[in-house]
């Protein structure tokens, strides 16, 4: 049983920004790649950023230079850090870590961009 701990979210004016977190157990976090990924209504989950355990990131075309993950391996924690929001970003996201051995899913956490 390993829980992934989401926090973060919540409603903010096109422009504004957040920062999600996830928290992992310390025993999968350091040899994990971390991810986020999010889901509009009625749209399929998509693929945000991700970050490997050596620091390795990517991103999907529509929040590069807008949105920065990162890792903290002594917090065991994944940030994504979100500036210049726009309302197309508004979605539910899901932390998500891929082991040798198997992955997790965060609970989600609730992101709305809107005036």
């Known amino acids: 049983q390993v829980q992934l701990v989401e926090s973060g979210g919540g409603l903010v004016q096109p422009g504004g920004s957040l920062r999600l977190s996830c928290a992992a157990p310390?025993?999968?976090?350091?040899?994990?790649?971390m991810s986020w990924y999010r889901q509009a209504p009625g749209k399929q989950r998509e693929l945000v950023a991700s970050?490997?355990?050596?620091?390795?990131?990517n991103y999907v075309d529509s929040v590069k230079g807008r949105f920065t993950i990162s890792r903290d391996n002594a917090k065991n924690t994944v940030y994504l850090q979100m500036n210049s929001l726009k309302p197309e970003d508004t979605a539910v996201y899901y932390c998500?870590?891929?082991?040798?051995?198997?992955?997790?899913w965060g609970q989600g956490t609730q992101v709305t961009v809107s005036s």
């Open positions: 998500w870590i891929l082991t040798s051995r198997d992955n997790y």
């Open positions: 310390r025993s999968i976090f350091s040899i994990s790649t």
């Open positions: 970050i490997t355990s050596g620091g390795r990131t």
